[in-house]
């Protein structure tokens, strides 16, 4: 029995297996399913990581190498090459490797740090022909950086997520022509940062409330046709604009990778496609705590790392203390403007002087008022000047105004001014 | 000289030369694209019909009902996925009823076992997600969902491990009567053969007239689907009809044999092999199908494609011996149910080179059956042991289908191996999966690269011209190791 199994080695379990170690379980094990740790930190070579965490600009691998060099301070242990195929209500986790073969690992605790998926050409339906050159931003990432080739040499990206506009500059800096940035939204996906360095720095156009209406090439892409869409999100005719184009670079977005979570019976959020997590980052599974990208789809990994941190202290927690106490738990439900928050339920036991919530607006707000309700109480307020999309906001809630909440259900609502 | 040469390997061309092998004949296949199965063959709805359709009396009436039985036969013995899930003809207004009786005399006739009318609470019991407006059904419970491109491919192991030559990349670009047989012209050459078939799928009037001027003409027609997640793939259990009515055939539903949920198609004619896919089309096949299941969540499709399938202007399927051509046997306009038929037409085909004294004798040594590991279909203990024996199969390369590394290895190294990245898909089940390859892809490239030993940037994605990569980067992919 493992005092502590974590389901992935990259940012997530990595704070995680740190922060457990540090607030003293010694039983700790990471399954990576690559043949290094560090995620998707690895084929992320630019800089901008770690301005929060570190108050300086790191690469992805070297964002990564600081904590796997405090992983090597610890005991914890780390299986590489290995594939969790299941983990069960009653935590055993079936995993597969060369090495080791089939196990079945018995944990007293779990975190769950599997990461997410790009969604595809699949997803978005993009109609036309099914040539080679269209790739997820994240594929064309990898096998730019990690391989060493290059998958166009006309390029266009559809969508305006941070990948397709690092992989805008990428395949610029590579020699590649990126003809334009096609984004579906009024707004872009991406960091204002990034649509400033990687667009507007190599004069690449950002057409926003465009798509893609037609691919067209046998074997390989030869042209894509991008029209404007209306407000009723249908292409307006005649607005038909032609690239000649090798390489369509799909960023439409990232779904958080669930498959086990699923399938170990843990109650999911439809909005944030995660588990449903307390306050500590715990599931509906008690000792399941899941952090990083497969319960949310961050913008900055140094959110990742606290939110896991956060996760695994917890997880050492309800190891060595046993769950938290029962009392009193709030449901933190999304307002109108809101595309969702996490957690989505507070145990009053388990927050000690705050607890922090993170969402999304589903539009741009301009100056605004974010308003915690109970019932008709306003519980508390956060002014904030600019509020977006791609941008993920964080508010820290006191414990002392979460027990004055009238009833059990907090609403938190933009008030745009 | 060949004795038969096979033109096109798609299923029937498949079919045509797994039923050939067994016997002591020189049996070359001629594939115009880089693999097999890959036209109609991989892009259809994946369904074996019961057999209710077709007009009784007609070849696709009796090849049907007989391809059905035997395709089940052949699935068992090479390992090929196959469900036998059954089917329900909605009628979704009272109008319709008596087309669900049509199709009951239309399949009596035909011979198709176990049918039977149901009540609209019969049918929804069967089908809770159905429309509410669903008046009665016709069930058929022959029907079957299979893997179509595995099928074909199977075949055609099995022929070429008993002694039939498949080329690929070889398309037939002209043919002239010779002594005693045809002379095909191939890239690089010419194949001499006594006989030929030719199965040529949406190209086979064109194939035709290249020795004879053909009597029927082919309507390549395109079908759009949906793929969804296999978070949908529970959403009905059996193959889904609707009645034709004024909009047209109406659109099905169906699960698949890998668990997800497949939707479509439409019927649009198209010149040649036109696989693209239109918003117009798929917005058709939507709508439609939600007339039977309202509540397919289509937020969940992973792909949305489309395939050819080869109408055509007789309604029929053309089998036989061209009258002007001795020996030029023709398996053609192989619309639905001709997946179906399959292996029923090529019995035909063997019942007319047996006729004309060209079929040797059967090969005492003939090694028929198939095994195909799907490492995620084992239990635990299987897994372990299967790991133990051979540790590739501890490798997750597809980790949305959980497909190892030794099942790819299979695939590189099997008797008609892969070259291509969806030809690994194709056989080993990599990249079919919610993700569609955007992770296992480079993964899949590398181990194509080092296994066959090709160079990188030589790899494709499927058919010829449609490399994956253009260039090194700056610093360079090979150099850097």
């Not at chain 2, 070849?59 to 090929?80: F, Q, S, W």
Request: hydrophobic residues 40%.
């Amino acid at each position: 029995m493992v005092d502590l199994v974590i389901i992935g080695g990259g940012p997530a379990g990595l704070a995680a297996a740190c922060k457990a170690w540090e607030s003293g379980l010694r039983d700790i094990l990471i399954l990576e399913r690559d043949k290094e740790l560090g995620g998707i930190l690895n084929q992320c070579i630019h800089n901008g990581f770690g301005l929060h965490r570190f108050g300086e600009q790191l690469t992805g691998p070297e964002y990564a190498g600081r904590f796997i060099a405090m992983l090597k301070n610890t005991g914890v242990k780390v299986q590489l090459d290995t594939m969790v195929l299941e983990v069960t209500p009653d935590k055993k986790v079936h995993c597969v490797s060369k090495e080791y073969g089939y196990q079945i690992i018995e944990a007293k605790s779990i975190v769950l740090g599997m990461g997410c998926r790009e969604r595809t050409r699949g997803a978005i339906g993009t109609p036309g022909t099914r040539p080679a050159g269209v790739y997820t931003a994240g594929a064309a990432q990898r096998y730019v950086n990690m391989e060493g080739y290059l998958v166009g040499r006309r390029v266009l990206i559809l969508g305006s997520g941070d990948i397709g506009l690092i992989m805008a500059r990428r395949m610029t800096l590579e020699g590649a022509k990126v003809l334009a940035c096609v984004e579906v939204m009024p707004y872009s996906g991406g960091l204002t940062r990034n649509i400033v360095q990687c667009l507007n720095d190599f004069d690449i156009p950002l057409y926003l409330s465009h798509t893609i209406v037609d691919i067209q090439g046998k074997n390989r892409v030869e042209k894509a046709i991008v029209a404007e869409i209306g407000p009723d999100r249908k292409p307006i005719p005649g607005t038909e604009m032609e690239f000649d184009v090798d390489t369509i670079l799909l960023s439409v977005g990232l779904i958080p990778e669930n498959e086990l979570t699923k399938q170990a019976g843990i109650e999911m959020d439809p909005r944030t496609k995660g588990a449903i997590v307390y306050e500590n980052m715990e599931t509906s599974i008690p000792g399941v705590f899941a952090c990083g990208n497969v319960v949310q789809v961050h913008d900055l990994v140094d959110f990742v790392s606290g939110e896991s941190e956060l996760a695994g202290a917890a997880a050492a927690s309800y190891v060595q203390n046993g769950p938290v106490a029962e009392g009193r738990v709030l449901t933190v439900r999304p307002g109108a403007d809101l595309g969702y928050t996490l957690p989505q339920r507070i145990r009053l036991e388990g927050v000690e002087k705050s607890t922090n919530v993170s969402f999304r607006v589903r539009r741009i707000c301009g100056r605004s008022t974010i308003l915690v309700k109970s019932g008709d109480t306003v519980i508390a307020r956060f002014k904030r000047d600019r509020l977006a999309p791609g941008e993920m906001e964080h508010i820290a809630l006191p414990r002392v105004l979460l027990d004055r909440a009238p009833v059990d259900e907090v609403t938190i609502e933009i008030e745009e001014a | 000289m060949y004795d038969i040469a096979i033109i096109g390997c798609g299923v029937i061309g498949a079919a045509a030369a797994y039923a050939l092998s067994r016997y002591d004949n020189r049996v070359v296949i001629l594939e115009a694209e880089n693999d097999v199965a890959d036209c109609t063959t991989k892009a259809n709805s994946a369904i074996l019909h019961a057999g209710y359709d077709p007009a009784p009396g007609t070849r696709m009436a009796r090849l049907n009902v007989r391809g059905v039985a035997l395709a089940k036969e052949i699935c068992a013995k090479l390992d090929v996925s196959y469900k036998q899930c059954g089917s329900l003809v909605l009628a979704l207004d009272e109008k319709e009823l008596p087309h669900l009786q049509h199709l009951f005399e239309n399949g009596t006739a035909n011979g198709v076992p176990g049918m039977k009318i149901l009540s609209r609470e019969e049918t929804l019991a069967m089908e809770p997600s159905l429309s509410e407006k669903v008046c009665g059904a016709l069930w058929a419970p022959s029907a079957a969902i299979v893997n179509p491109w595995e099928y074909a491919l199977a075949m055609t192991e099995v022929a070429v491990r008993n002694g039939v030559e498949l080329r690929r990349s070889c398309k037939v670009t002209d043919a002239e009567a010779i002594e005693g047989g045809y002379r095909l012209t191939v890239p690089g050459g010419t194949v001499e053969t006594r006989c030929v078939i030719n199965a040529a799928g949406i190209w086979a009037d064109k194939v035709h007239s290249m020795v004879e001027p053909a009597n029927f003409r082919i309507i390549p027609t395109r079908g759009e689907y949906y793929l969804l997640d296999k978070s949908e793939g529970t959403r009905v259990s059996h193959v889904i009809f609707q009645c034709p009515n004024a909009l047209g055939k109406g659109v099905l539903v169906a699960p698949t044999v890998h668990g997800n949920l497949l939707v479509g198609p439409n019927a649009e004619p198209v010149e040649g092999n036109d696989t693209s896919c239109t918003s117009s089309g798929l917005e058709f096949v939507k709508t439609t199908a939600q007339r039977s299941v309202p509540s397919i969540n289509f937020g969940e499709s992973i792909r949305s494609f489309a395939g050819v399938r080869a109408n055509l202007d007789v309604d029929d399927f053309i089998i036989g011996e061209e009258p002007e051509a001795p020996g030029w046997i023709d398996l053609a306009g192989m619309k639905s149910p001709g997946l179906s038929a399959a292996p029923a037409v090529a019995e035909e085909a063997v019942a007319i080179l047996q006729q004309r004294g060209v079929l040797g004798a059967e090969k005492a040594d003939y090694k028929d059956g198939r095994r195909h590991i799907r490492f995620k279909e084992l239990s635990a203990e299987e897994k372990a042991a299967l790991v133990r024996e051979q540790p590739a199969y501890g490798r997750v390369i597809c980790r949305c289908e959980t497909i190892t590394e030794g099942e790819i290895l299979a695939a590189l190294h099997s008797e008609v191996p892969a070259t291509t990245i969806d030809g690994v898909k194709r056989r080993a089940g990599a990249g079919m999966g919610r993700c569609q390859g955007g992770f296992c892809g480079p993964r899949v490239l590398e181990l194509i690269s080092r296994e066959l030993g090709i160079d990188p940037l030589d790899i494709l994605q499927d058919k010829n011209g449609s490399n994956v990569l253009v260039s090194e980067t700056k610093v360079g992919g090979k150099s850097n190791g």
